[in-house]
Nanobody, 117 residues
Framework: QVQLVESGGGLVQPGGSLRLSCAAS????????MSWYRQAPGKERELVAA????????IYAGSVKGRFTVSRDNAKNTVYLQMNNLKAEDTAVYYC??????????WGQGTTVTVSS
């Protein structure tokens, strides 16, 4: 079955960096757009970044543009989110998502990022 497993979260000081990973299995990873979402306490889940199947097209939320970079390694069935210059407002649970058919989304369990001094 489809599995998405995020890792790499943790506690980091403002201005620091983290790299999140999402390992995928159970579907043909290289043919799907992959997305990163996040959900902060008391807020709705929001799109952070997405990357197309071949990794040539990316989109970012305005709040992370210039600080976060999404990438993928189709040989490893893994999508990454490099997060630099982290801010307190980046604190959230981060999820990767694959939309395998229209309206059918698979989610990982999430990894928690806490930005605090």
């Amino acid at each position: 079955q489809v599995q998405l497993v995020e890792s790499g979260g943790g506690l980091v000081q403002p201005g620091g960096s983290l790299r999140l990973s999402c390992a995928a299995s159970g579907f043909t990873f290289s043919t799907y757009t992959m997305s990163w979402y996040r959900q902060a306490p008391g807020k709705e889940r929001e799109l952070v970044a997405a990357i197309n199947a071949v990794g040539r097209s990316t989109i970012y939320a305005g709040s992370v543009k210039g600080r976060f970079t999404v990438s993928r390694d189709n040989a490893k069935n893994t999508v990454y989110l490099q997060m630099n210059n982290l801010k307190a407002e980046d604190t959230a649970v981060y999820y990767c998502m694959a939309e395998l058919s229209l309206g059918v989304r698979s989610w990982g369990q999430g990894t928690t990022v806490t930005v605090s001094s």
